[in-house]
C-alpha cells in the first residue's frame, strides 16, 4: 500500500522523493502532517542537490521520527532501518549518485528507488510494531502464556497483544491517563479501549514491545495485569456522586483495589476472584454476579407511634417496590420485601421515618459467563465498613483454603453448603489462619 501512494506522489503528483515518502506515510499512518511541513523535505531531492544521502531515505527517517520521536530506542530504530533499506536497494549504500545510477530512468526518474524505499519503510514497521509474517505467529505457546499471565492477551494469529491497564476501579489522574495515551501511540497501534470491569485496553503492542511499554506505564506509577487465577481488579459504581449513593463507592474500592488486588497480586488462588461494590439496590454494577459483592444499604429506622395512617401515605407512594403500605389505618413495612434502597426516609409530614441505618449487604457466589449463578445473600447486614472489608478477606482465605483448583468460588459454596460458608465468614477462625492458609498448597480433586 505505502509503495503505491510514494509512487503516486512522486510520479504523478511531481513530488521530490523526500515529500513522496512523507506524504505517503502521513496518509498511510495518520501522522497528522500538514503539506506545509512536509515541504520542509523538498530540498532533500537528488541527496541535498550534491548526490549525497538519499531522499526518499531522509524523507523515510522522518516519517520514523514523527512515529517514535519520544522513544528512548529512536537512535537503533533509525540505524536499523538504514541497514534495512541498503539491503532492499541492494547497493550497500545510502548515496544518491550511486543509487540514481542504478534506479534512474528517463522516462521514471527516480520513481523505482522511491517505490522500494516505501515498500523497505512498510517492512520495517511492521516488523517493529509486531506484525505477523505470512506464516502467521512466530511466537511459541510459552511466551504467549508468559505474557498473558503479566496482563498480555494475544491478537489471535499475530504477534501483537492487547495490554490491560490496571485502574483503581476505573478512576485514573488526567498524568496518568496522558501517559497511557501516549504509551498506546508509541508502543500500540493508537486505540485504548475500556473493559468490562473497567482495566484500560492498549490494542496492537508487538510481542517484543513489551518490556518497554511497562516501563512507559511505570513513569505514572502505572501497571499492567488483571488475568490469572487471582484476585481481580475490583469494580464499583459511582456511589460517591451518585444521588442514590449510599456509600462512598470510591472510597472502599480504593481500599478494596490496594487490601485485595496489589496486596494479594502474588496469591494464587483455585480460579479468578472478582468483587464488585454497588451503592445501593439499583444493583449497576451486578455485585451479585460477582464472587463477593457489596450492596450500599440505608434502612429504616420506622416509628409506630407517629404513624398518622394518611390515606395518601407518602412513604408508601415513595416505595420503589412497595414495601410499604397503609392497612387499617398504619403503615406496615414488608421487611423480608424492602431492599433497603432508603428512598422513604425524609417523606412523611408526621417524622415517622426520618433516619436509618447506613450498611453494606454482602452477597457471595455470583458468576457471569458461560455458566450464571446469582450470588446470595449473608443474613447480616454489616453496619462497620471495617467489618465488611473483613468478611472479604475472610472469603478470599476461605477460597484459598477449601477451594478445588479450577473450581470458581460459587461451586465451592455449593459444594461446601451456603449455611457452612456462611458460619466460617461470620466468625473469625479463618482471619487466625491466614498465614498457614497463604503459605500452603492448593487442593487438588
Known sequence: ?????????????????????????????????????????????????????????????????????????????????????????????????????????????????????????????????????????????????????????????????????????????????????????LYGDGHMMMTTRLTIEVSGIAYHDIDAFCAHLAKAGLSVGGTGSKVRPGVSCKATTCQYGLLDSFGISEEIHHRFYVAYHDIKLPHKFKIAVGGCPNNCVKPNLNDLGIIGQRIPEFHKELCKGCKKCAIEAACPIGASKVIDGVLVRDEEKCNHCGRCIGHCRFDSIVDGQYGFKIYIGGRWGKQVSQGRALGKIFTSKDEALNVIEKAILLYRDQGYVGERFANTIERLGFENVEKQLLSDEILDRKEEILTAELKTK
Open 1 to 185: 500500500m505505502l509503495k503505491e501512494k510514494a509512487g503516486q506522489y512522486y510520479f504523478v503528483q511531481d513530488k521530490s522523493c523526500a515529500e513522496a515518502i512523507l506524504l505517503a506515510a502521513n496518509e498511510a499512518y495518520h501522522l497528522g502532517m500538514t503539506e506545509e511541513a512536509t515541504k520542509l523535505f523538498a530540498g532533500f531531492r537528488t541527496g541535498m542537490g550534491m548526490g549525497g544521502t538519499c531522499g526518499a531515505l531522509s524523507g523515510a527517517i522522518g516519517v520514523l521520527s514523527s512515529k517514535y520521536g519520544t522513544r528512548e530506542d529512536l537512535k537503533t530504530i533509525c540505524a536499523d532501518f538504514v541497514a534495512a533499506f541498503e539491503q532492499k536497494l541492494a547497493l550497500g549504500t545510502t548515496e544518491c549518485a550511486p543509487l540514481a545510477a542504478k534506479y534512474k530512468t528517463e522516462g521514471k526518474r527516480c520513481r523505482d528507488a522511491v517505490e522500494l524505499t516505501a515498500e523497505a519503510l512498510e517492512e520495517f514497521i511492521d516488523k517493529l510494531e509486531g506484525k505477523a509474517p505470512a506464516e502467521g505467529c512466530t511466537l511459541r505457546p510459552e511466551d504467549i502464556k508468559r505474557v498473558k499471565g503479566m496482563g498480555f492477551l494475544q491478537h489471535k494469529g499475530t504477534n501483537l497483544f492487547n495490554a490491560r491497564v490496571i485502574t483503581r476501579n476505573g478512576r485514573i489522574t488526567t498524568e496518568e491517563a496522558g501517559v497511557i495515551a501516549e504509551a498506546a501511540r
